[in-house]
């Protein structure tokens, strides 16, 4: 490309020495001789080649760029256009609209029976609550059952024990009692020999007057006496 530039630019300075009429200089002058004639051209038309260079290159890259772009699309257009290929087959070939239908069917059938297991899940709730109730009730019964035993055992307890110090209490009085007439017993004795000994010495037995209180009923005395004596009693008795 520059040796073509340069025919050029020696064609554009010979077409411009032809049309040039002023005098031509001597050749002996070498001082009107321009050196550097065509340089501003010359550097001009290097720009411009640099420049159609470079968008060359951009255009090169611009170039490799679409035609993977290209590629990427074709990739694409194939693949959409295989899809619809697939989708067609399925839509005129196969029995996509029956399968559709039947997958409706059961997902109808399942609804259904998702319904069913939901009321068998409400009714097995419901009967674990009533067995819970039950269980419940039969715990309370139970407890009842056990604190009316306690109870009853604690009356039992409670009557036992009444019935006990009752006893005790009885066998206190009556042994007081039978102290009491013990007592009296032997105070009645007593009396008894001492008016007997008054009456074998005197033939009388003189009365004693005793306050109210200290008289007993007769079946309550009982006298400790000896045979004996009183038979030797009667026998001396009847001698006299």
Same mark, same amino acid.
């Given at each position: 490309?520059?040796?073509?530039?340069? @025919? +050029?630019l $020696?064609?554009v300075?010979?077409?411009?020495?032809?049309?040039?009429?002023e %005098?031509?200089p &001597? +050749?002996n002058?070498?001082?009107?001789i #321009?050196y550097?004639? *065509?340089? %501003?051209?010359?550097?001009?038309?290097?720009?411009?080649?640099a420049?159609?260079?470079?968008?060359? %290159? !951009?255009?090169a /890259?611009k170039?490799e760029?679409?035609?993977?772009?290209?590629?990427?699309?074709s990739?694409?257009?194939?693949?959409?256009? @295989? &899809?619809? *290929?697939?989708?067609?087959?399925?839509l005129?070939?196969?029995? $996509? /609209?029956a399968?559709?239908?039947?997958?409706?069917?059961?997902?109808?059938?399942?609804? &259904?029976?998702? #319904?069913?297991?939901?009321? *068998?899940?409400i009714?097995?709730?419901?009967?674990?609550?009533? #067995?819970?109730?039950?269980?419940? +009730?039969?715990?309370?019964?139970?407890?009842? =059952?056990?604190?009316?035993?306690r =109870?009853?055992?604690?009356?039992?307890?409670?009557? /036992?024990?009444? !019935? /006990?110090d009752h006893? =005790?209490?009885? $066998?206190k009085?009556?042994?007081?009692?039978k102290?009491?007439?013990?007592?009296?017993? =032997?105070?009645?004795q007593?009396?008894?020999?001492?008016?007997?000994?008054?009456?074998?010495?005197l033939?009388?037995i003189p009365?004693l007057?005793?306050?109210?209180?200290?008289?007993a009923l007769?079946? @309550?005395?009982?006298?400790?006496?000896d045979?004996?004596?009183l038979?030797?009693?009667? *026998? @001396?008795?009847?001698t006299?």
């Amino acid at each position: 490309m520059l040796s073509s530039i340069k @025919e +050029k630019l $020696l064609s554009v300075k010979r077409n411009v020495n032809l049309f040039n009429t002023e %005098e031509k200089p &001597d +050749k002996n002058d070498k001082s009107s001789i #321009n050196y550097f004639a *065509g340089a %501003e051209i010359l550097s001009k038309y290097q720009e411009q080649w640099a420049a159609i260079h470079k968008l060359n %290159e !951009e255009n090169a /890259t611009k170039a490799e760029d679409l035609a993977y772009e290209i590629q990427n699309i074709s990739k694409h257009v194939k693949s959409e256009k @295989e &899809d619809i *290929g697939l989708i067609t087959h399925i839509l005129t070939q196969s029995n $996509l /609209t029956a399968n559709i239908s039947n997958c409706l069917k059961q997902v109808k059938n399942l609804h &259904d029976t998702c #319904n069913n297991v939901e009321k *068998g899940l409400i009714a097995l709730e419901d009967l674990i609550n009533l #067995n819970d109730f039950e269980n419940i +009730k039969k715990q309370h019964a139970y407890h009842l =059952k056990q604190y009316e035993v306690r =109870k009853q055992e604690s009356l039992g307890s409670f009557k /036992t024990n009444l !019935e /006990t110090d009752h006893q =005790k209490k009885i $066998l206190k009085h009556e042994a007081n009692k039978k102290k009491i007439l013990e007592e009296r017993q =032997k105070v009645f004795q007593e009396a008894f020999k001492s008016d007997l000994e008054v009456y074998k010495n005197l033939g009388t037995i003189p009365k004693l007057k005793l306050p109210k209180k200290q008289s007993a009923l007769l079946e @309550e005395i009982q006298l400790d006496f000896d045979q004996n004596e009183l038979d030797q009693f009667f *026998g @001396e008795k009847s001698t006299l």
